[in-house]
């Protein structure tokens, strides 16, 4: 890709159980599941390379120190790469990234640790830039394809957004990368556990949550069948795949 650099650092989510992929994941975190051979995580770290996001900030839980072990300081994928452990007590995707503040700055990307999203991250930061919101979530018209649609998305604004509550009016869904100002955390206690879906819902109750319109299809490895889909596309020569 020739955009200019973006400068901005990339909180992934990396913590999780991932329980809907055992027995696959009772011994390695998912990130580390092979795709199209080689673990995922050198899949993510790559499109971040290309993208030209060099500044990687890994919040790890569950066997984190298997990847911190694998992947030590990114170099080798062209990337810093930083890690920020949940501790003994899980503290959820928000929580999580709360601990991480003082490695990621004010402004920054959030991707989900089993997420790949082949789609320019430029106009996406720029977007943010000049919305002048302390969030924004990227936003892709699923209508309940790839999985349940949370998104109320008209005129290019998010009316609603809600994973438990579903609304007839919500065709799309989070497509699973946000960016977020240092600020939009400041109301949540260190240590306590919260989802970044809450700081997201209350950013919208705010007016502070710009949504993004993306028009690719998101992959991802948190199910059997995402990782099949995934593992083919990634299999095929890199113009085919759009990476």
Request: glycine share 10%; proline share 6%; hydrophobic share 40%.
């Amino acid at each position: 890709m020739k955009n200019q650099p973006l400068n901005l650092p990339v909180a992934i989510l990396a913590g999780g159980l991932a329980s809907r992929l055992r027995p696959l994941t009772d011994k390695i975190p998912k990130v580390l599941l092979p795709v199209a051979g080689k673990p995922f995580l050198a899949h993510q770290l790559e499109l971040l390379r290309r993208q030209e996001l060099h500044q990687v900030v890994l919040c790890v839980g569950y066997l984190g120190e298997l990847i911190q072990d694998q992947f030590g300081d990114g170099g080798r994928w062209g990337v810093k790469l930083e890690y920020s452990f949940d501790g003994p007590v899980p503290v959820g995707t928000g929580g999580a990234l709360k601990q991480a503040l003082s490695l990621l700055g004010e402004k920054f990307f959030t991707l989900y640790g089993d997420s790949y999203l082949p789609i320019d991250f430029k106009p996406v930061a720029e977007f943010f830039q000049n919305s002048g919101k302390r969030g924004l979530m990227t936003v892709y018209e699923n209508r309940g394809r790839y999985d349940t649609s949370n998104v109320w998305f008209a005129d290019g604004e998010i009316e609603a957004y809600d994973k438990v509550n579903r609304l007839p009016q919500m065709r799309h869904i989070d497509y699973g990368l946000s960016l977020l100002s240092a600020s939009a955390f400041a109301d949540w206690p260190a240590g306590t556990a919260f989802d970044l879906a809450d700081v997201l819902q209350r950013l919208l109750a705010e007016k502070q949550l710009a949504g993004f319109e993306v028009h690719e299809r998101f992959y991802e490895i948190g199910s059997p069948t995402g990782l099949a889909e995934l593992s083919a596309l990634l299999a095929r020569p890199s113009d085919e795949a759009g990476t």
